[in-house]
Nanobody
Framework: QMQLVESGGGLVQAGDSLRLSCAAS????????MGWFRQAPGKERELVAT???????NYADSVKGRFTIYRDNAKNTMYLQMNSLKPEDTAVYYC??????????WGQGTQVTVSS
């Protein structure tokens, strides 16, 4: 069982930066593949970025070059550094953890609003 708690969202202006955090409680955090997803009003939830247990990363085309995902296994925490934010980045951002044979877990989400 794993619990995920996101933090760091807020209201910012276009061009600003934010850093989201996802704190995990549970065992074997380092063995989970982690990711950030987002859901804007009226749209489906979409993948933003992932970081594998080994540290390899993957990004949606829309955030490449602007967002950076990373993890600190010693702190059981994953981060999403978001730079050059755009109004279209406005969404609820969700933390996700997956481990084959164990399960998939989601956080409650944190709101990011980018004004133009």
């Amino acid at each position: 069982q794993m619990q995920l708690v996101e933090s760091g969202g807020g209201l910012v202006q276009a061009g600003d930066s934010l850093r989201l955090s996802c704190a995990a409680s549970g065992r074997a955090f380092s063995r989970y593949a982690m990711g950030w997803f987002r859901q804007a009003p009226g749209k489906e939830r979409e993948l933003v970025a992932t970081v594998a247990s080994g540290g390899s990363t993957n990004y949606a085309d829309s955030v490449k070059g602007r967002f950076t995902i990373y993890r600190d296994n010693a702190k059981n925490t994953m981060y999403l550094q978001m730079n050059s934010l755009k109004p279209e980045d406005t969404a609820v951002y969700y933390c996700n953890a997956v481990r084959i044979g164990t399960g998939t877990y989601w956080g409650q989400g944190t709101q990011v609003t980018v004004s133009s």
